[in-house]
């Protein structure tokens, strides 16, 4: 049986999708974001970004976004 595609994680923009992706890919976890880019467009685009692994790889690739949430919150 085929591993399938879930979402994990739903973000207000691509770029925020994107960079939970390269942190996953850290992680050796592959990932895809869904979601259109807008780049073309000459004004913003209100779009739903989502970011998506394989089903057998989803509670670890959740883990490691929630444990990098409170070091952003900080951050800032």
Do not use: H, N
Request: glycine share 4%; hydrophobic share 40%.
């Amino acid at each position: 049986m085929a591993d399938k595609l879930i979402t994990i994680a739903e973000f207000p923009d691509y770029g925020e999708a994107d960079l939970a992706k390269q942190l996953l890919d850290d992680f050796g976890i592959k990932s895809v974001v869904m979601g259109e880019k807008f780049s073309v467009l000459p004004y913003p685009v209100p779009s739903l970004a989502k970011l998506q692994v394989f089903e057998s790889q989803a509670k670890q690739a959740q883990e490691i976004l929630e444990s990098q949430e409170p070091q952003e919150r900080q951050e800032q």
